[in-house]
């Protein structure tokens, strides 16, 4: 008897020290955490301003949803301080500078409606595009659409063709269509369907089966596009459909690309036909050189700390600007692959550096610029050592495991709370089945379930 109820204490000590912990973490944080102001300082200074679309600023988790999860969409001028600031929409993803102007951007948001404003028993989501010049804070929308459902129905990327033209990854749809946003009319598509099979390929057909999440238009007339459940690159001829001998990966070539994000094409003019990609479940960023036919990796990097990339971009001086989603920050690489500029924010899915032209139109590919840090047999190198709060256990492995994990942990959770949390699981485990153990019921599994005492 002695002995039980000395188990029992011992037990309810772990789990109040253990939810202790981790209540001093939860009050610690602020609901603010993470947040940005116009006027704060954020980031060593920088040439050039920086802008950067949060998907979530991860407070709660990084998927979460529901009022206190809040998205960002902010930029960083050469000071390092906030110089525009906006958290009126539910996510925010693609972000491009507008040609032509010094301070003006287009970027690509969801809002999630309620089953009311969807006009049905079901959630749907708003889509859509708006121009905001960063120095008077004027917003002008673009172009909307309602879709069903969330997640993944969100559209993370359109890019603009000609004044009056943009084509969207319609991620709802399997699709690229190109929409007149003046007459509202969709001009041109794309289905994915036309070139893969539904079921053999990608994810779970219809929930979320491309989950085609890029869309680039190139100066030859040919628009790339990213295929994240596929594992691929592809590249459409607004004639004739799919261009196969182009295509970059293969569906389950983890080796080559692993549900990737934001492909970037660097024109031949810059050393190209090149392709920066953020690899994410690689846990890198790779570039691929096209040479004759065929595609061959000229560059890679990646740091001890490097957790989901979703954005990269070369810039004009040979530097890369990488989006490290599940590390919290943002950060630029020079040439040997050095992180010699860094922003940290709470869950950031794509960054721009106005100034240096669009995504990386304006930079070098690694071969022109020599490029030499971060390449190694494994796809990186480990240039800087693990600081952030979980970097031990995103260590352990690559793939999506570790960033599923990460991707539903709070911001503030580093690894002391963590291991409370588990400490916390264990032992609510442990103690339930030796309860259950000691105890003088039985159930005996039929239905209804009966309950006998021993």
């Keep these: 008897m002695r002995r039980t109820r000395a188990g029992r204490l011992l037990a309810l000590f772990v789990v109040l020290a253990a939810s202790a912990v981790l209540a001093q973490g939860y009050l610690a944080a602020s609901t603010d955490a993470g947040v940005h102001r116009v006027g704060q300082s954020v ?10 679309a949060t998907d979530s600023n991860a407070w709660l988790g ?28 539910t996510r925010y993803w693609d972000v491009d500078p507008v040609p032509g102007t010094a301070a003006t951007v287009e970027y690509v948001y969801a809002d999630h409606l309620t089953p009311e404003q969807c006009g049905g ?13 960063l120095t008077t804070g004027r917003v002008r929308p673009v172009f909307s659409r309602v879709t069903a459902g969330k997640h993944s129905t969100r559209w993370h990327d359109a890019d603009r063709l000609d004044a009056d033209h943009l084509a969207v990854a319609d991620i709802a749809a399997d699709r690229v269509f190109v929409v007149n946003t003046t007459s509202g ?33 190139l100066d030859d007339g040919r ?6 459940n596929h594992d691929q690159v592809v590249y459409l001829d607004r004639d004739t459909g ?40 690689n846990n890198r960023v790779v570039e691929y050189q096209r040479v004759a036919d065929s595609w061959e990796r000229s560059w890679a990097w990646r740091d001890a700390r490097l957790r989901w990339p979703r954005d990269a971009d070369r810039l004009p001086d040979g530097h890369t ?23 940290p924010v709470a869950f950031p899915y794509e960054a721009e550096r106005l100034g240096t032209g669009d995504e990386s139109t304006g930079g070098p590919s690694a071969r022109a610029a020599n490029l030499t840090g971060g390449l190694a047999s494994d796809g990186g190198s480990a240039a800087e050592s693990p600081d952030g709060p979980l970097d031990r256990l995103a260590g352990l492995t690559r793939g999506p495991t570790v960033n599923a994990v990460l991707y539903v942990l709070p911001a503030w959770m580093d690894r002391l709370h963590l291991a409370a949390l588990l400490v916390l699981a264990a032992t609510l485990v442990v103690w339930a089945g030796a309860e259950a153990y000691r105890s003088p019921w039985t159930a005996t599994v039929r239905w209804p379930v009966e309950f006998r005492r021993r």
């Design 43 to 52: 980031a060593p200074p920088r040439a050039g301003t920086t802008v950067v």
């Design 62 to 89: 990084r998927g979460s949803e529901g009022p206190r999860a809040r998205a960002e969409l902010f930029a960083v001028g050469p000071s390092g301080r906030v110089v525009y600031y906006d958290d009126s929409h």
């Design 121 to 133: 028993e079901s959630v749907c989501t708003r889509n859509g595009i708006e121009r905001v010049n």
């Design 185 to 217: 009319i969709v001009t041109w598509a794309w289905s994915a369907q036309a070139a893969f099979a539904v079921n053999g390929s990608g994810g779970p057909y219809p929930g979320d089966w491309t989950h085609l999440n890029d869309v680039e238009p």
């Design 223 to 228: 628009i790339q596009v990213s295929l994240r």
């Design 242 to 281: 799919l261009v196969e001998n182009w295509t970059l990966g293969a569906d389950g070539d983890h080796r080559t690309l692993y549900e990737q994000h934001n492909p970037d094409f660097i024109p031949r003019k810059q050393g190209g036909p090149a392709v920066v990609v953020a690899d994410s479940e």
């Design 321 to 343: 600007l990488v989006t490290d989603s599940n590390g919290d920050r943002v950060v630029e690489v020079n040439e040997r692959g050095e992180v010699v500029w860094t922003l």
